[in-house]
Structures are given as C-alpha cells and as structure tokens.
T-cell receptor, first 112, second 117 residues
Framework: GEDVEQSLFLSVREGDSSVINCTYTDSSSTYLYWYKQEPGAGLQLLTYIFSNMDMKQDQRLTVLLNKKDKHLSLRIADTQTGDSAIYFCAEGDYTGRRALTFGSGTRLQVQP | GAVVSQHPSWVICKSGTSVKIECRSLDFQATTMFWYRQFPKQSLMLMATSNEGSKATYEQGVEKDKFLINHASLTLSTLTVTSAHPEDSSFYIC?????????????FGDGTRLSIL
C-alpha cells in the first residue's frame, strides 16, 4: 500500500529557513499536500502540488518535488514563532475519491 | 473556496453514550467523504470511506457496528460512535473533495474532539 514518511522533529531559530522533508512510495500519486496542525486544532491546508510540477512557491512557502526520487520538501522562509506546529505531508490521487495517506507529521519548533 | 463543516467541535460524555458527529460540505456536493481518527501525537488514520446512497467502506480493524456511518445526502455524512468507551476518546476529522477530476484538493473539517469519561 501507499506509504508516506517524514522526520519527526525540526528545531530552527526565528528568522531562519525551515525545510521539512517527505518521501512517498505510490507512483500513482497525483496530488501532494502540506497541512499544518496547531495544538488542539484541525488541519490547515498550506499548499499542494501536482505531480507534473517540480516547484511551487506561495509567499514564504516553497514546495519542491523530485518525482524520480519520490521526495517532497516544504521550505518556510523567515520562519516565525507562529509557524510552530506539526506539518503533515500527504498524497492523493487524481480522482479525489481515494482518501489521503498521511505521513507521521513533523513537529516544527521555532525558537525566538 | 470549498468548505467542509464539522459539528460538534468538542464532546465530553459518559461511557456508554452514543455520540453523533456531522460533516457537511457547505458549497459543493460530495458523493464521497472520508472519516479519519487521530490519537494524541499521532498522524491521521483513515477509518472509513462514506459513499452517498450506499454502505460505507471500513478500513481493516475498524468496527462497523461501533462506528456507524450514514451518508444520506450529497452534503451530509454522519459518524455515530455507539456505546462509546474511554478508548474511543480521540480527534475525529472528516474530509471531502469537490466533484470533478483533478480540479481541487480535499478539504478537511475542523475536527471533533471526543472525550469519554
């Protein structure tokens, strides 16, 4: 079955860039997502990328996709304390009728 | 944009109570909705796929008689936790995808935190 893996923890200083990495196994993955979850809250969709793209930038967020290696990364520029949260990588197919497969989540800690 | 609403956001009840959680797609019709469960400090695990007008598809290890899913309309799916016990305490989240292939990502409700005493 599908598998998505992430590192569990990342600590950065405020103002630095954060890079959260994710690998996946399903070749049929079409959408690759990044969600943010703050303590006690639901999931916030940050950004997503189609599998035929290499990069997507949205303000402070940059997503890089290496389809050959099935590697996805999320870069947060100028990381702020408000960025402290758990970040989930997820993959899905083209139809939207298959549930997403989530990684274990990466806890980002931003130190002032 | 597409919005999925979940209600209630927080439930605290006694052991043995049945609890119903609603998931609504507010501005689109969803023939398929998904129910996930998240335990503390863990990722989301798919419980079941809710199909409008037909039976839900449950993941392995999820008791269909305990977690009743009803998807009676194109905008509403409900999850009922029957005779809930403390081990059912968790964060339950639903998601849905607007119709049309490849057009929009899945959208998630804000989740329901269920605490069974």
């Amino acid at each position: 079955g599908e598998d998505v893996e992430q590192s569990l923890f990342l600590s950065v200083r405020e103002g630095d860039s954060s890079v959260i990495n994710c690998t996946y196994t399903d070749s049929s993955s079409t959408y690759l997502y990044w969600y943010k979850q703050e303590p006690g809250a639901g999931l916030q969709l940050l950004t997503y990328i189609f599998s035929n793209m290499d990069m997507k930038q949205d303000q402070r967020l940059t997503v890089l996709l290496n389809k050959k290696d099935k590697h996805l990364s999320l870069r947060i520029a100028d990381t702020q304390t408000g960025d402290s949260a758990i970040y989930f990588c997820a993959e899905g197919d083209y139809t939207g009728r298959r549930a997403l497969t989530f990684g274990s989540g990466t806890r980002l800690q931003v130190q002032p | 944009g597409a919005v999925v609403s979940q209600h209630p956001s927080w439930v605290i009840c006694k052991s043995g109570t049945s609890v119903k959680i609603e998931c609504r797609s507010l501005d689109f019709q969803a023939t398929t909705m998904f129910w996930y469960r998240q335990f503390p400090k863990q990722s989301l695990m798919l419980m079941a796929t809710s199909n409008e007008g037909s039976k839900a598809t449950y993941e392995q290890g999820v008791e269909k008689d305990k977690f009743l899913i009803n998807h009676a309309s194109l905008t509403l799916s409900t999850l009922t936790v029957t005779s809930a016990h403390p081990e059912d305490s968790s964060f339950y989240i639903c998601s849905a995808s607007p119709p049309g292939q490849g057009s929009q990502p899945q959208h998630f409700g804000d989740g329901t935190r269920l605490s069974i005493l």
